[in-house]
């Protein structure tokens, strides 16, 4: 089955849809090249919060796909705008592993008494005493952002935890809701729709994540793709919200359902 032919653009995961481990998916390199030669929009929404944007365009260059930093919408992106909107000169205390300073640029960082926590990606930084701290701060009236809601991540040594585990807990002990600045937010796909000029109904969403990705893209007008790479598992989908739009076996198969020669 081929899609509509007035899709002008794709949003494409990264993480579980071209790489795992940073390491290329069979076919991607080139399903990408096709993509990109048949004139499509592409812009690559990722949840990745251990890295920057030009840090995740130089590793996917050497990995041999064609992309610059402008390709790619970072969750730690989208959440600097967001709080630079909602929270402009905020103290803000961040929680993440990995350095994402260069895409947080005017956002002010505290280590103490900050006026939001902004939670990012899971590793050794979310111990006990972080979060404890983290929620003495909620629990004196800071705001709570989240870069993402996302439970569990694939690398190439399996599945392993992600910070939405930890976010679940700490909103039920402090008795707030956070605001997700990344996937699975409305606003993340219609900043990627702006970063590519097009309407919803113009663009598909790919990812390997069912509810983050794809259902998510479709709550928003776009069309879902999933891909069964990744974090895919069988029972997920089973279980999932709602159906995707299509599911491939790969990243590697878009080309075709896009009727591209």
């Given at each position: 089955?081929?899609?509509?032919?007035?899709?002008?653009?794709?949003?494409?995961?990264?993480?579980?849809?071209?790489t795992v481990s940073?390491?290329?998916?069979?076919?991607?390199?080139?399903?990408?090249?096709?993509?990109?030669?048949?004139?499509?929009?592409?812009v690559l929404v990722?949840?990745?919060?251990?890295?920057?944007?030009?840090?995740?365009?130089?590793?996917?260059?050497?990995?041999?796909?064609?992309?610059?930093?402008?390709?790619?919408?970072?969750?730690?992106?989208?959440?600097?705008?967001?709080?630079?909107?909602?929270?402009?000169?905020?103290?803000?205390?961040?929680?993440?592993?990995?350095?994402?300073?260069?895409?947080?640029?005017?956002?002010?960082?505290?280590?103490?008494?900050?006026?939001?926590?902004?939670?990012?990606?899971?590793?050794?930084?979310?111990?006990?005493?972080?979060?404890?701290?983290?929620?003495?701060?909620?629990?004196?009236?800071?705001?709570?952002?989240?870069?993402?809601?996302?439970?569990?991540?694939?690398?190439?040594?399996?599945?392993?935890?992600?910070?939405?585990?930890?976010?679940?807990?700490?909103?039920?002990?402090?008795?707030?809701?956070?605001?997700?600045?990344?996937?699975?937010?409305?606003?993340?796909?219609?900043?990627?729709?702006?970063?590519?000029?097009?309407?919803?109904?113009?663009?598909?969403?790919?990812?390997?994540?069912?509810?983050?990705?794809?259902?998510?893209?479709?709550?928003?007008?776009?069309?879902?793709?999933?891909?069964?790479?990744g974090k895919f598992?069988?029972?997920?989908?089973?279980?999932?919200?709602?159906?995707?739009?299509?599911?491939?076996?790969?990243?590697?198969?878009?080309?075709?359902?896009?009727?591209?020669?």
């Amino acid at each position: 089955m081929v899609v509509s032919e007035s899709v002008r653009a794709v949003l494409i995961d990264i993480d579980g849809v071209l790489t795992v481990s940073w390491k290329p998916l069979p076919g991607a390199v080139a399903a990408l090249r096709r993509i990109r030669a048949a004139g499509l929009g592409v812009v690559l929404v990722t949840n990745t919060t251990s890295r920057t944007r030009a840090s995740i365009a130089e590793t996917l260059g050497a990995a041999g796909f064609e992309v610059g930093a402008e390709d790619v919408l970072t969750a730690p992106s989208a959440t600097a705008a967001h709080l630079a909107e909602h929270f402009p000169g905020a103290r803000c205390a961040l929680l993440n592993s990995g350095d994402i300073a260069a895409d947080l640029g005017g956002v002010t960082l505290v280590e103490d008494d900050p006026e939001v926590v902004v939670f990012g990606g899971a590793g050794p930084e979310f111990d006990y005493a972080a979060l404890d701290r983290a929620f003495g701060w909620l629990q004196r009236g800071a705001r709570l952002i989240a870069m993402h809601r996302n439970l569990y991540w694939r690398t190439d040594a399996g599945l392993r935890l992600d910070a939405g585990a930890f976010l679940l807990g700490l909103e039920q002990a402090a008795r707030v809701e956070a605001e997700v600045t990344g996937k699975p937010s409305r606003a993340f796909f219609a900043a990627a729709l702006a970063q590519l000029g097009v309407g919803a109904q113009q663009a598909l969403m790919v990812g390997d994540d069912v509810e983050s990705d794809v259902l998510a893209a479709q709550r928003a007008g776009l069309t879902g793709v999933l891909v069964r790479t990744g974090k895919f598992q069988q029972e997920t989908l089973d279980g999932a919200s709602g159906t995707p739009d299509h599911v491939l076996d790969s990243f590697a198969d878009l080309p075709t359902l896009l009727g591209l020669s």
